[in-house]
């Protein structure tokens, strides 16, 4: 296990029962041991006395917090699971065919798909769009991927500064790590996972697209 994660990020990583566990042990010694043990004792204040009580509860929900990260995840994998069909279709599409899939379901969203310009030229920049005076890069390269980690998304965010771009979209047919998902929330940067990434193509009826894509998505 890498030694950068953040406490909360482990709890998210490890089995439910030791979040579990700690949150039950931690209660207990707040709750009622420390009490206990600071009644037998002229050298702890009343204050103290009633600071672990109070506390019990807030540290146990502290605990119990990444195990609903865990659950959803785990519920993500489920539904991920239920749409393997759609998924293995995306998946046969050729990264040309695939990107223009992409390109037009941004297109229905509202955005203006840049063609003809510098950038379609560029080797590191898949799909370039823009709303208003924002420039956004799609990033489709990792649509074959069961799983995109951290290092994926500092990619693409280094990309997006170099390219003075105000956001971007990070498009896949798996799932993201719970430490990629953390590192995008602070950040302009828009995981789709497979899920998402059906509901994103499920509107597009662009016969470019290919047979496949249309028998998919009809």
């Given at each position: ?89 995306l998946q046969a599409l050729s ?104 509901e994103l193509l499920s509107g ?15």
């Amino acid at each position: 296990m890498k030694k950068n994660l953040s406490f909360i990020e482990f709890l998210a990583q490890v089995p439910w029962w030791v979040s579990v566990s700690l949150a039950a042990v931690f209660y207990v010694m707040l709750k009622f041991t420390l009490p206990a043990l600071q009644s037998q004792s002229s050298l702890v204040s009343e204050v103290d006395m009633s600071l672990g009580p109070a506390l019990a509860p807030v540290v146990a929900l502290a605990f119990l917090a990444p195990l609903g990260f865990s659950l959803l995840r785990s519920g993500r994998r489920k539904k991920l699971h239920a749409l393997k069909g759609e998924i293995e279709a995306l998946q046969a599409l050729s990264w040309s065919q695939f990107r223009d899939l992409a390109a037009e379901a941004y297109r229905e969203k509202g955005y203006t798909v840049m063609e003809g310009t510098i950038y379609r030229n560029d080797p590191a920049v898949d799909i370039v769009l823009r709303k208003g005076a924002n420039l956004y890069l799609v990033h489709c390269r990792y649509w074959q991927n069961s799983k995109l980690r951290k290092r994926e998304v500092k990619k693409l965010l280094t990309l997006m500064h170099a390219r003075q771009a105000s956001g971007a979209f990070l498009l896949t047919t798996g799932i993201f790590t719970s430490e990629a998902r953390h590192y995008a929330v602070e950040r302009p940067i828009t995981l789709v996972d497979g899920i998402e990434l059906i509901e994103l193509l499920s509107g597009v009826r662009d016969s470019r697209a290919g047979e496949c894509a249309g028998e998919l998505l009809n």
